[in-house]
């Protein structure tokens, strides 16, 4: 049964929390007193929908409802989950809380998306303090993992735990803060570094787009995988953090920052910097910088994904449990033997696409060998198996490509077993979208010893599951497809 968050104020952060929820099949209730809310939501949603499906390898669950509610009494009804997300100002916010928990669950718990503020100061002159915590998120909410959670001295301990479960389960990654600080940890992180890009630009040391290259060609994709002081530990050499600390710790003593030196914030600072920015990069609009940005994103994510490091182990580790307890965690005992298997449900993620605006040759490829690797599992060649030291090559692959799909739709492989017997493991893949048969892809696989790399038999238990499927898809008959050579009648 789907669940139910309330998203009170529906800007920027707001409609990026109620993309996250609503993709992992939450219903969102929203409170926006802005006429144009629903508009700036709908535009978000589609943003969310053409990025954070593809970032996983299973497909999320069907989407929730987007409601939107005329008084925050009607939005919070039945809501296990309240985002606050109005202006950062702290009297709004608590003009806000204190309309939410007159009407709220009093077990539910209500986050506040402040950027800034301590959760003390939240819950000032509040009805139940502990019920609000700070939930700060990282724009685009959709996408970024990270959320600071910081209870406060007040927070209650099980609402903490509950507000953390919630959080993992949505694919993100709940930052425990023990102590309360102006501006949490990040943003501090994020405020040094534009203090000191405003002094940059103002002393005309460097302009916007040289600020923005000295990141994004350098430290900024370093610290996207490993962050400051696993990054450090490395440049330190073989001696480690040691050296590295004795060889720069003077230089904190060196004019290298001018960080708690706020430069005069005037209307020609603000001027030059705006019209650096418009030069830079005024040639795109938001919503088309927004969709570089999230393609990027996903890319690098699922870059780090195949590495299962940092955000990327993030995102397998939320794989493992959509597949739990579903056909696609299943293993061969669990699955009936005369019918196609279930290898792969999952949606096709913006990197797949290629210049004619489908899904490119070479990822039909990694879907189809993807879904071998699946079966190769659901027969017992797991990760395990294969660090014993057996496990299968392929030695050919015919794939026929049908017709055309995009990033953003789900599909399914299903494989049927048409030779298993011995060393040798003939599959027959079929992937749809919905009842479209969009390709299928036959490959030839042998058991192989990793010592020797030579053919070798499989463990019996393997070959006994083998054997099943092979008997069971006998009678499905030879599929449509299979056998074929390129230029035979299609
Ligand atoms: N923009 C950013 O990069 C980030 C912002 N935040 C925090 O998120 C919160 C919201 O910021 P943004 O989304 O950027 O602002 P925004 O200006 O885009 O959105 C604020 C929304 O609140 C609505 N609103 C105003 N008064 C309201 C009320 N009394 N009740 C309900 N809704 C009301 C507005 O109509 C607007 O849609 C702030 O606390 C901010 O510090 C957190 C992370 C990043
Ligand atoms: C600029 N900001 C302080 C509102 C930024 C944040 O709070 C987090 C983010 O997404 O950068």
């Known amino acids: 049964m789907s669940r139910t968050a309330a998203i009170i104020g529906g800007g920027v952060i707001g409609g990026g929390w109620a993309a996250r929820f609503a993709l992992n ?46 008084a925050i009494a009607e939005a919070v009804a039945g809501a296990e989950w309240i985002q606050e997300s109005v202006p950062e100002r702290l009297e709004v916010k608590h003009a806000t809380f204190a309309e939410v928990q007159a009407d ?8 506040s998306s402040t950027s800034g503020f301590k959760p003390s100061e939240l819950q000032q002159g509040a009805a139940r303090p502990g019920q609000i915590m700070v939930a700060h998120p990282f724009n685009p909410v959709y996408l970024l993992p990270l959320v600071e959670l910081v209870p406060g001295d007040a927070g209650e301990a099980a609402l903490v735990e509950q507000a953390k479960t919630t959080l993992s389960s949505l694919g993100m990654y709940p930052l425990h803060l023990k102590k309360e600080i102006d501006a949490h940890v990040a943003d501090r992180f994020l405020e040094a570094v534009w203090r000191e890009a405003l002094w940059l630009v103002k002393d005309g040391i460097a302009t916007t787009e040289e600020i923005d290259n000295a990141i994004r060609y350098g430290f900024g994709i370093r610290w996207a995988q490993m962050g400051l002081f696993e990054t450090y530990r490395v440049a330190g050499g073989e001696a480690g953090m040691k ?31 705006a019209g650096q920015s418009d030069a830079q990069s005024g040639a795109y609009s938001i919503r088309e910088l927004e969709r570089i940005r999230d393609n990027n994103l996903v890319t690098m ?36 033997a005369d019918q196609p298997v279930l290898t792969a ?4 993620p913006l990197d797949w696409t ?9 990822r039909y490829l990694n879907a189809f060998a993807d879904a071998t690797d699946r079966f190769m599992e659901i027969i017992g060649s797991d990760a395990e198996y294969i660090s014993s030291g057996g496990s299968y090559f392929t030695a050919e692959t015919h ?19 048409i030779l298993g017997e011995g060393k040798k493991m003939h599959l027959f893949h079929e992937m749809r979208e919905g009842e479209r048969l969009l390709a299928t892809g036959e490959h030839f696989l042998l058991h192989v010893s990793l010592e020797t790399r030579k053919p070798s038999a499989p463990s019996p238990e393997i070959e006994a599951a083998l054997v099943r499927f ?10 449509e497809g299979a056998g074929r050579a390129i230029g035979g009648p299609r």
């Open 470 to 479: 092979a008997a069971g898809h006998a009678a499905l008959g030879r599929p």
């Open 354 to 362: 290629d210049y004619n605006g489908h899904m490119t040759e070479s």
């Open 243 to 273: 050296h590295f600390m004795a060889q720069f710790g003077p230089a904190l003593k060196w004019p290298w920052t001018k960080l708690m030196d706020v430069p005069e914030f005037t209307d020609e600072l603000v001027d030059l910097i």
């Open 104 to 111: 709220c669950a009093e077990r539910a718990v209500i986050g």
């Open 301 to 336: 994510m699922r870059g780090l994904k195949a590495q299962d490091w940092g955000a990327g182990a993030l995102l397998n580790a939320q794989e493992s449990e959509m597949r739990a307890g579903t056909a696609l965690g299943a293993r061969a005992a669990e699955l009936p």
């Open 399 to 417: 794939i026929r490509h049908l017709d055309e799909v995009h990033a953003g739709a789900v599909i399914k492989i299903t494989t049927q077993v």
């Open 25 to 70: 099949g939450w219903h969102v209730r929203v409170y926006d007193p802005d006429p144009e809310a629903k508009r700036k939501i709908g535009e978000v949603m589609g943003n969310a929908r053409r990025s954070l499906p593809g970032l996983t390898d299973v497909a999320l669950p069907a989407e929730g409802k987007v409601s939107f509610h005329a």
């Open 345 to 348: 449900r999952r949606t096709v």
